[in-house]
């Protein structure tokens, strides 16, 4: 049977609508907590592009897999991992929105406030969205569990040491971000090393790696695409980096300059800060970390990310990760087509 999906990105949907359904069935005697849950993960799912799934479902086809319905259970796992991870990403980081839309912290936040019910209606909220990832997470186990039987083992093998490792990352991203400001000029490493760990496993290393698993490629294969994955995730986190501060909010749902609200250590950070002058490296802390920064103050800091030239670092670096990726992929793969089409729409994402 031929492995190709005319429309990835709705099969993947579908599919996820279908692990959502097993979910809200198997709440169901908890009631209305359990239609709470089913409605935020299915409304949190919704917006994306499939980047990682259908990344996935490429380098299935480049490796021959005979049908698409294992790689259809793995994409849905990664994308209900993406949500589980975005929603608890919102937590931590106090986030308002996700996608254009109130963050799931804010809409349980405000049922409890809209209800009157008693007790800190923004504790509940963050309450709410933690258990509602907690559940992503169980049904993007199940998804990928579900593959394995038919794929082997070692699909289920490397989901769960992506998990792992995605996690490990996630909390050395918040060790990163409460690192004194006078400590920046130390931090370029630790934050090569988040963007490894924490975007570039499951955004690209494990998608490939496991596309082609459930492909039945041999060991090499898939370590060849693992390789070809960390340069390739990396482009792409640095990419979100660069639409975090000059991106606008129709492409990447947030108020301009958001990450430099949230205090969120960049590349672009590290090196407006050790590179820039005294008066950009000031525009630039001035408002790292407020999340009440003026708008004036805002667009200050992103035009000192430009005069100091890390804007134009940044975007070399991302043009360097992605000619690795893209000459490992088309060694890795006898056509690479497919996947180097993605690659181009991740990388080359703009305002």
Do not use: N
């Amino acid at each position: 049977m031929d492995a190709r999906i005319d429309d990835p990105a709705a099969a993947i949907a579908s599919r996820v609508a279908r692990i959502l359904d097993w979910t809200r069935d198997a709440m169901g005697p908890a009631g209305p907590a359990a239609t709470d849950l089913h409605v935020r993960l299915a409304e949190s799912s919704e917006g994306g592009k499939a980047f990682r799934g259908r990344l996935l479902l490429a380098a299935h086809v480049a490796c021959g897999g005979p049908e698409p319905d294992a790689a259809l259970d793995v994409a849905a796992a990664l994308e209900l991992f993406q949500t589980a991870a975005l929603i608890h990403d919102d937590v931590l980081d106090g986030s308002d929105l996700r996608r254009g839309r109130p963050a799931a912290h804010r809409v349980f936040e405000a049922a409890h406030r809209d209800a009157g019910w008693v007790g800190d209606a923004a504790a509940y909220g963050r309450a709410g969205a933690i258990l509602a990832g907690d559940v992503a997470l169980v049904a993007a186990q199940r998804a990928s569990t579900v593959a394995a039987r038919r794929a082997g083992d070692r699909v289920a093998d490397l989901f769960d040491e992506m998990a792992v490792l995605v996690t490990a990352g996630q909390h050395l991203d918040m060790r990163v971000a409460v690192s004194p400001l006078d400590a920046l000029p130390g931090l370029e490493g630790r934050i090569r090393q988040t963007m490894r760990s924490k975007t570039a496993s499951y955004t690209a290393e494990f998608p490939l790696a496991l596309g082609a698993a459930v492909a039945g490629a041999d060991d090499a294969a898939v370590a060849a695409l693992r390789a070809a994955g960390v340069p390739l995730g990396i482009a792409f986190q640095l990419r979100d980096d660069v639409l975090g501060v000059a991106g606008s909010p129709e492409v990447t749902g947030k108020p301009v300059g958001d990450d430099l609200r949230e205090g969120k250590r960049t590349l672009l950070v590290w090196h407006a800060t050790t590179r820039g002058s005294a008066a950009e490296r000031e525009a630039v802390l001035a408002v790292l970390g407020r999340d009440d920064a003026p708008v004036a103050a805002v667009e200050a800091a992103v035009e000192a990310l430009r005069s100091s030239g890390a804007l134009a670092f940044v975007e070399t670096e991302i043009a360097d990760h992605a000619a690795r990726a893209r000459a490992a992929l088309a060694d890795a793969l006898p056509d690479a087509t497919g996947v180097l089409t993605l690659v181009d729409a991740a990388v080359d994402r703009r305002r």
